[in-house]
């Protein structure tokens, strides 16, 4: 038994480390519920809660944040977990759970300093003037305004898109960098900047993301 842990602390310790062996990224609270035969959600972080006070695990407020830091069981120190946003809920915060469709692994000194950082998946050819092409994710930093000309994440009509953002008077111009694409054209107060983006990941095979 892990020093300091009950049985059923350690039960619950030994699923998150076999789950993120398994798949790369920790479990949710209703995952760790449904293995360890947990009946409420309030039931599984009453546990987690001894975990982390115990030095075994951190947690952030975001789903898939759970961290083991124990020194015993150390996992890679070179990367950071961060969620990949599919289908935006409308009304939803951004980082909602219903809109996380995955973890994935980006280096650790591209985020070290970022709070709640995350990922998108590039639909369509509008910024392949960019070098960004469909099925690409971009790591966006999250932040509420931007300067003119800056390549960003924004939030229009309940979806998730990246642009170059201009700014003229009133409105908003949002920029594609493919002569087949229009300009998004809109009131200010209809486009929400969610962040800037930082980097940019690509799978030539299509099998990672």
């Known amino acids: 038994m892990a020093k300091g842990l009950t049985k059923r602390q350690e039960e619950v310790l ?3 480390l076999h789950y993120i062996d398994m798949n790369g990224f920790p479990p949710t609270i209703r995952e760790i519920g449904d293995k360890c035969v947990i009946s409420s959600l309030r039931g599984v972080t009453v546990h987690l809660d001894a975990l982390q006070r115990k030095g075994y695990i951190e947690r952030g407020k975001q789903p898939r944040t759970i961290k083991v830091v124990h020194e015993d069981y150390q996992v890679n120190k070179d990367v950071k977990f961060i969620p990949l946003l599919g289908q935006i809920a409308a009304g939803a915060p951004i980082l909602a759970d219903d809109n996380v469709e995955s973890m994935v692994p980006v280096p650790l000194h591209m985020v070290r300093n970022i709070k ?3 990922c ?6 509008s910024m392949v003037g960019e070098g960004i092409r469909p099925r690409d994710l971009v790591v966006i930093r999250p932040q509420p305004t931007a ?3 800056d390549l960003v994440a924004v939030r229009w009509d309940d979806e998730a898109t990246v642009k170059r953002i201009h700014f003229d008077k009133e409105l908003v111009k949002l920029m594609p960098s493919n002569p087949a694409y ?3 054209v809109a009131p200010r107060n209809e486009i929400a900047i969610i962040g800037r983006v930082i980097g940019l990941w690509r799978d030539y095979e299509g099998q990672a993301f």
């Open 14 to 16: 030994d699923y998150i």
């Open 116 to 118: 709640d950082p995350f």
């Open 120 to 125: 998108l998946r590039i639909k369509g050819e």
């Open 147 to 149: 300067n003119h000309n």
């Open 182 to 184: 229009e300009p998004i």
